[in-house]
């Protein structure tokens, strides 16, 4: 996984998170010359470069009711509306990499110039990408990476460098509960990389507080029922349970809301992750939560958007070093390793009562 250098600090957009699509739905919208001019440009000896309007870039996110993906699916429209292309939001009801290939097969028919792409599963979306790819297509992945293959096939946008996620994380739960205790995580589907490669470097995190034990990890499959019958069913396996670590924003969510109406267990158990400070609010000012993180999810799809266009304009490249502009986040550079082609973009937030105010996503 890619661990590179973080290169923008987040700003704050203000966008409300209206669930658009629905089952399948394939929600279009962008632009037809709204905007600037589409005068992004590489700056490493392609200045003349510019990116191509009428750009068609297939959104797929992990499913399109997750509140978290519709913001970073907006951040992807302004993106393309900026650039004089469009944006098609295309994806399943559920976070299974089944109910994400038809989009994929849709974007391969329309002859989509890009797809970004948050993969439920590693692997499971390779055949029908490469497809695209073989077509003509850039593809970029964001949110949560793909494995498919060795040699360059794609972009991965990470929204904050993979292992400072887990290991703050840690951090941060083991401030609230003195570094002492049983702890679990609630996850999103068993199969998100991005998920997996965050556990993994809880668990590295983790051997620095030997009194802290992680006893289970649970799937909520990013639906907000399923996130609260896998916790119920923790709090009654794990009596003693000190700490959850939700890294979803449906988890923590849905935690925060039984912890807020279950005063005896939230007495007893500490609850951090990574949250939509919008959803999460509530939760830290009557104090059930005290702090947890993210990043602008509007912006990670903005970056996503710019990148898909520049790759499909042949304005960049997948080559480490290859220099892309990313609108008003201003410009990013590809980093390595060669296999897993990335770009970071920025840190995360740790957000509490002192600073929540001042975020609106
Ligand atoms: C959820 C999704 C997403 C993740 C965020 C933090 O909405 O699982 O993939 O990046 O939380």
Not at 122 to 134: E, H, I, R, T
Not at 151 to 171: M, R, Y
Request: aromatic share 6%.
């Amino acid at each position: 996984m890619s661990q590179i250098r973080s290169v923008r600090r987040l700003a704050t957009a203000a966008v409300a998170a209206a669930l658009a699509c629905a089952s399948l739905a394939a929600c279009t919208s962008g632009s037809s010359g709204s905007g600037s001019s589409s005068s992004s440009s590489s700056s490493s000896g392609s200045a003349n470069k510019t990116v191509k309007k009428g750009l068609t870039v297939y959104f797929i996110p992990k499913d399109t009711q997750n509140p978290y993906e519709v913001l970073a699916d907006k951040g992807g429209q302004k993106a393309l509306g900026e650039l004089g292309g469009k944006v098609v939001v295309s994806s399943g009801t559920q976070d299974t990499a089944a109910a994400q290939i038809p989009s994929v097969q849709s974007a391969i028919q329309a002859h989509a110039d890009a797809i970004v792409v948050a993969a439920n599963d590693p692997k499971a979306l390779c055949p029908s990408l490469n497809q695209a790819a073989k077509q003509g297509a850039a593809i970029v992945a964001f949110d949560s990476d793909l494995e498919c293959g060795s040699s360059p096939t794609h972009l991965f946008i990470n929204q904050a460098d993979t292992k400072s996620i887990g290991t703050s994380e840690v951090d941060l739960l083991a401030k609230q509960i003195g570094s002492k205790g049983d702890i679990a995580v609630l996850s999103a589907a068993a199969s998100a990389t991005n998920q997996n490669s965050w556990i993994k470097y809880m668990k590295v995190q983790l051997k620095k507080y030997p009194n802290m034990k992680l006893v289970k990890t649970v799937y909520g499959n990013d639906d907000p029922a399923t996130s609260l019958t896998v916790l119920q069913g923790l709090l009654t396996a794990y009596p003693n349970l000190k700490g959850i670590i939700s890294p979803t924003t449906v988890g923590i969510s849905t935690a925060a809301q039984y912890l807020d109406t279950h005063k005896d267990v939230a007495s007893k158990v500490t609850l951090t992750g990574l949250g939509l400070p919008s959803q999460m609010r509530k939760y830290v000012k009557d104090g059930t939560v005290q702090s947890f993180e993210l990043w602008n999810p509007s912006d990670l799809g903005y970056l996503a958007g710019y990148a898909a266009a520049s790759l499909a304009s042949k304005v960049t490249t997948m080559t480490p070093g290859a220099k892309f502009k990313a609108g008003r986040l201003g410009q990013y550079t590809v980093a390595g390793p060669a296999a897993t082609p990335s770009v970071v973009l920025g840190p995360p937030t740790v957000f509490d009562k002192k600073n929540i105010d001042k975020f609106k996503f």
